[in-house]
């Protein structure tokens, strides 16, 4: 399928092999031109504002402490009319639930075929939201289940003193040194981690932590 005009595409991925594979496929499709790349966050919001993009196809980790997810939001903050897909090796709901939070149109992953590619540009230029099919059925099963407002997550369900040994948990303190910090018993953080772990059905102190990372809730800076 032609388009009527020429969807100016700007690509944002922190290898250069991969920046280099999909410009050389999109290049053959009709009606879309790659007019830039960009291998980080800072570069992107460069090349943007430079280039004035209609859409970015923006990678999720990229280095410098500025991933695709928050450059996504400070672009559309500053470029509301520019469109951004997504484009991951990440099938996972809570990095689709952030995606679609900071104001991305598309969700699409790395391994999916170049068409499918070419047709979620076409999509989200002309103003609608491309998820592949995976992303669509967890929306959809999330809207089931009652989570669609603002995507609400079981983090939620934590007190606000759950949330704060939570956070300290995940940046790597003892129970004694929360306790310590808290002026509360290791006992009583215990019991607070015990009830965390359920609550986020979680196993261990790993998983703990990949879902603070998930959710932003951690600076690794």
Known sequence: MEFD???KVLLVDDHA???GGIRAVLDTKPGIKVVGEASDGRSCLKKALELKPDLVLMDLSMPNGRDGLSTTSELLQSMPEVKVIILTMHNDEQYL???LKAGASG???????ITELATA????HQGMVYLQPDATKKVIQAY???NSEDFKDRFETLTEREKEIFTLVAKGYTNKEIAELLIISVKTVENHKGNIMDKLQLSNR????????????????
């Open 97 to 99: 639930f952030r995606a």
């Open 206 to 221: 790993r998983e703990l932590t990949e879902f603070a990372y998930k959710r932003g809730l951690l600076d690794f800076d």
């Open 144 to 146: 089931l289940h009652g």
């Open 121 to 124: 540009i076409q999509q989200v």
């Open 17 to 19: 092999l991969v920046r």
């Open 5 to 7: 005009m020429d969807i």
């Open 107 to 113: 969700y699409i992953l790395k391994s999916a075929p």
